[in-house]
């Protein structure tokens, strides 16, 4: 169930030159509950006294050991003249924002039953997946998936948990993480990096509808190319599930 709640900034970083992540902890010291997938809003007061929102997926990693605080965590795009743009890239630790949520469908269902799932991400789209690696750790040990993440970004550079996704493919060999750069490589490129985008690395994982799922979280662009590839590729709908990122200023 959704509540509204406020959060204190405890850090930040960059993660991409473009992109800042926001570490929370809630006021009133309550957990942050969250199914992997669901996303938050943040409130802000307008100029005119009218109240605005911005939905921002969580990255949060629960259980992990960075995380024992039980932080909530969101990464923000830079939007050329966004007010929550301006907002947030100048919050300063100990400032605080209203919030509401959990909200949001783009989950891993508990009445799947694939054998593979196929997580396609461009720029912060891919936070879902980022919260998602502990509950497909589980699901791994009880039904045996298979994970292929396909990151695009323009350059290395601005692939957003890059260091964390390669660690967790090699110490978890069902789990394969593809970086797809159109412009620019990795200063150190890994073996699985691809040229191009996302969609251009389908044809090589031959998705198969009798045992995938697939995942399109970002772009806009890149979710409707995504999801007409993966149909051709024969995936049927109820199978591709899209989660699409709107920049608002």
Partial sequence: ????????????????????????????????????????????GGADGVTFKRSYSIATVAGAAANAGGLIVIAVSYVEGGAATQRLSALAPGEIVQASG?????????????????????????????????????????R?????????????????????FDAFAAAHPWFRYLPCLSR????????????????????????????????LCGNPD???AGFEALKACGLPVPAIRREKYLSAR
């Fill in 1 to 44: 169930m959704s509540q509204t709640f406020d959060l204190r900034l405890a850090h930040a970083r960059m993660l991409a030159p473009r992109v800042r992540e926001l570490a929370f902890e809630r006021v009133d010291g309550a957990a942050g509950a969250f199914i992997a997938g669901q996303f938050l809003q943040l409130h802000f």
């Fill in 222 to 224: 890149m979710v409707d």
């Fill in 102 to 142: 959990p909200y949001g469908r783009f989950v891993l269902a508990t009445a799947d039953r694939n054998a593979r799932y196929l997580l396609v991400a461009t720029g912060t789209g891919v936070t879902p997946y980022r919260a998602m690696l502990p509950e497909l750790e589980r699901l791994h040990g009880e």
């Fill in 184 to 215: 620019e490589p990795r200063l150190q490129p890994g073996r699985e990096d691809r040229h191009g985008h996302v969609q251009h690395a389908f044809a090589e994982l031959a998705p198969d509808p009798a045992r995938d799922i697939a995942y």
């Fill in 144 to 164: 045996g998936i298979e994970v292929v993440l396909l990151q695009g970004a323009r350059a290395g550079a601005e692939l957003l948990y890059a260091h964390e």
